[in-house]
Nanobody, 116 residues
Framework: VQLVESGGGLVQAGGSLRLSCVSS????????LSWYRQAPGQQRTLVAQ?????????PDSVEGKFTISKDNAGTGTTWYLQINNLTPTDTGVYHC?????????WGPGTKVNVGS
């Protein structure tokens, strides 16, 4: 399974972005569909996660600003990250990840750069 992110770019503070993650094939039996952010010089951290029940997990730092969702159309598995009211602290490379019993598949990332 290969994942590809899109939707990143340069945006002014206060703006919004929607990131997309598309898998090369349907991910069956997934435990979690996630988004991680790696800010410059920092480790990769979880910013949003979707569970099969529909439940979502967000760290306190992004609660209310980030929204993860999934699209059930198409032959692959697609999920999104809506980011509102962007600030420079949201700058980084955003990676999507799909977790199954066989492990976690990662995308190469899409870069988000928020200007002040």
């Amino acid at each position: 399974v290969q994942l590809v992110e899109s939707g990143g770019g340069l945006v002014q503070a206060g703006g919004s972005l929607r990131l997309s993650c598309v898998s090369s094939e349907r991910i069956y039996g997934w435990y979690a569909l996630s988004w991680y952010r790696q800010a410059p010089g920092q480790q990769r951290t979880l910013v949003a996660q979707l569970r099969p029940s529909g439940g979502t997990i967000y760290p306190d730092s992004v609660e209310g600003k980030f929204t993860i969702s999934k699209d059930n159309a198409g032959t692959g598995t697609t999920w999104y990250l809506q980011i509102n009211n962007l600030t420079p602290t949201d700058t980084g490379v955003y990676h999507c990840a799909g977790t199954t019993s066989r492990g976690t598949h990662w995308g190469p990332g899409t870069k988000v750069n928020v200007g002040s």
